[in-house]
C-alpha cells in the first residue's frame, strides 16, 4: 500500500509513506489533507538488480579499480585504513589501483573479496 499527500493546489507529491499503513495513520492523513490524500495499490515490484539490462550495463563500464574505490568509500575506509586493513600497500598504490593505473593482483582481489564480503571477480 502506498499513502500519498500532495502539495495543496497541485499534483506535487509532499510526501508519501509505504507499507502496511495503521489505520489510525491513513485517518489522521484524511482528516489532515483531505482531497490532497490518497491510498494507492503500489504497483512496484522487487527486482533483482543484478538481472537489470541496466546493471550489466554499469558493469561494463566499471573497471576493477572503480569497484574497489566504490567498496573503499561505502566502508568510509581513508586510503590509509584500507592500507592498513590489507597490509601491504601504500596509500599511493591504493590510489594508482582504483585509478587504473596499477592492476589488481588476483591475491589482492581476494583479500578485498574477504574485507568487502563480495566476490572477487569484482576486482579482477
Request: proline share 2%; charged share 30%; aromatic share 12%.
Amino acid at each position: 500500500m502506498l499513502a500519498v499527500v500532495k502539495k495543496h493546489l497541485s499534483e506535487e507529491i509532499l510526501f508519501e509513506i509505504k507499507g502496511d499503513i495503521p489505520s489510525k495513520v491513513t485517518d489522521y492523513l484524511v482528516r489532515e489533507f483531505g482531497q490532497n490524500f490518497e491510498i494507492r495499490e503500489s504497483d512496484e515490484y522487487l527486482v533483482n538488480i543484478f538481472d537489470t539490462d541496466w546493471y550489466r550495463e554499469m558493469s561494463a563500464l566499471t573497471t576493477p579499480g572503480d569497484a574497489m574505490k566504490i567498496y573503499r568509500e561505502n566502508f568510509r575506509f581513508t586510503y590509509m585504513e584500507l592500507c592498513s586493513k590489507i597490509g601491504k600497500f601504500t596509500e599511493r598504490q591504493i590510489y594508482d589501483m582504483e585509478n587504473s593505473r596499477s592492476d589488481i593482483s588476483k591475491e589482492t582481489a581476494e583479500i578485498l573479496s574477504h574485507l568487502f564480503g563480495v566476490p572477487a571477480d569484482r576486482f579482477l
